[in-house]
């Protein structure tokens, strides 16, 4: 019983230091770093994405009452289409398969629906892989979604996006690692 205790704390303390070690792909993952002029999270970008998306209109606002700090993303739907996404903003090469994890917080009416997704294109900016958290009610407490993903040998870029389908959530504290080497 005392090995089998010693080696499960060994495994806690390994996987301890090596979390501490992960790098935060995410730029401005708190979103405390205000874009004066876009009067919205700096290196965010925000789309509605669907069949009607030409007609959507929607918007992140910065909103007072973060989970840490204090400013939160405040995604607001306006018209057209309900399937908003926002994303950090960047294409990262990965060259490669790989493992990440994206996690994030949210909360807010429990009408709206909240996921992510992992994006990966080819060299010739082919789609790859594509996939999706599992969807979850919003509250008025936060919660945290956690998104494990694989990429592919032949992927070369990828994009990850924050989703909703409504109005009024407010997302705080992303983090984008890579939690196992190539
Ligand atoms: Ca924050």
Redesign the pocket.
């Known amino acids: 019983m005392r090995r089998l205790m010693s080696v499960t704390l060994a495994g806690v303390l390994w996987t301890a230091a090596a979390w501490a070690q992960t790098e935060n792909l995410a730029k401005n993952p708190?979103?405390?770093v205000v874009d004066e002029a876009q009067k919205m999270p700096k290196d965010w970008q925000v789309a509605v994405w669907s069949s009607d998306a030409p007609t959507g209109k929607a918007a992140v606002e910065l909103a007072e009452g973060?989970?840490?700090?204090?400013?939160?993303a405040k995604v607001r739907w306006f018209e057209g289409s309900k399937n908003v996404v926002f994303w950090p903003a960047l294409t990262r090469e990965i060259k490669g398969a790989g493992k990440f994890r994206l996690s994030f917080w949210f909360k807010g009416p429990n009408t709206v629906t909240v996921y992510a997704s992992g994006y990966t294109q080819d060299t010739a900016r082919k789609d790859v892989d594509y996939v999706h958290s599992k969807q979850a009610q919003a509250s008025e407490t936060w919660q945290q979604t956690v998104f494990e993903f694989q990429t592919s040998a032949n992927a070369q870029t990828f994009n990850v996006f924050l989703r909703v389908n409504g109005d009024g959530v407010l997302f705080?504290?992303v983090s984008l690692e890579e939690i196992k080497a190539k």
């Open positions: 708190g979103f405390e973060g989970r840490t700090g204090k400013f939160a705080d504290d």
